[in-house]
């Protein structure tokens, strides 16, 4: 079965830092561009982050960039989300999402992670 | 950056019923949009991918259709299953974006 795990979320003060990942299994990990996406609680869906297949192509959201780096190990089929200066506006589900796709590109998400809760709050 | 507003924003229906379900962008996103379903608690699911094409698994009575700025998700008789939120989501352009959403209901 193709899966998406996602680990890593919790409590963390305003300010702080956090790191989330992403196992992947069922699947070839290393050709797919994966994607982050969150979810405020009780809102809608929005993109945060995406990599391309070998990890050397990254696209950020203008709400996260400079705070959040996005990166991946195609040796232990693992993606990773840091997030660093964390606001109230972070507290969110974070999904990780495959592509259709090896490249950076606009795209369409068909395998989804369950999700982990970021919570900012002192 | 493209914006993409669903209506209506709640859906009232009984099963067996037809749902139409509506997503208009600010910008022609030609047929690159997808519609997601997520019920509560869980991950959204892929449903259609550029406007038409079912993902995988997914049954026929769900179809989309449209091209350039105005979508429609079609579930032709609903299953009970069916009662959930429904997301567009266009990728033509950076950034990717989400529509609002539509919340089906039982009546």
């Known amino acids: 079965e193709e899966q998406l795990v996602e680990s890593g979320g919790g409590l963390v003060q305003p300010g702080g830092s956090l790191r989330l990942s992403c196992a992947a299994s069922g699947f070839t990990f290393s050709t797919y561009a994966i994607h982050w996406v969150r979810q405020a609680p009780g809102k809608g869906l929005e993109y945060v982050s995406a990599?391309?297949?070998?990890?050397?192509?990254?696209y950020y959201a203008n709400s996260v960039k400079g705070r959040f780096t996005i990166s991946r190990d195609n040796s232990k089929n693992t993606l990773y989300l840091q997030m660093g200066s964390l606001r109230a506006e972070d507290i969110a589900v974070y999904y990780c999402a495959r592509g259709t796709q090896l490249a950076l590109l606009p795209d369409a998400f068909d395998i989804w992670g369950q999700g982990t809760m970021v919570t900012v709050s002192s | 950056e493209i914006v993409l507003t669903q209506s209506p924003a709640t859906l009232s229906l009984s099963p067996g019923e037809r749902a139409t379900l509506s997503c208009r962008a600010s910008?022609?996103?030609?047929?690159?949009l997808a519609w997601y379903q997520q019920k509560p608690g869980q991950a959204p699911r892929l449903l259609i991918y550029d406007a038409s094409n079912r993902a995988t698994g997914i049954p026929a009575r769900f179809s989309g259709s449209g091209s350039g700025t105005d979508f429609t998700l079609t579930i032709s008789s609903l299953e009970p299953e069916d009662f959930a939120v429904y997301y567009c989501q266009q990728r033509s352009n950076w950034p990717l974006a989400f529509g609002g959403g539509t919340k089906v209901e039982i009546k």
């Open positions: 990599i391309n297949s070998n990890g050397g192509s990254t």
């Open positions: 910008q022609s996103v030609s047929r690159y």
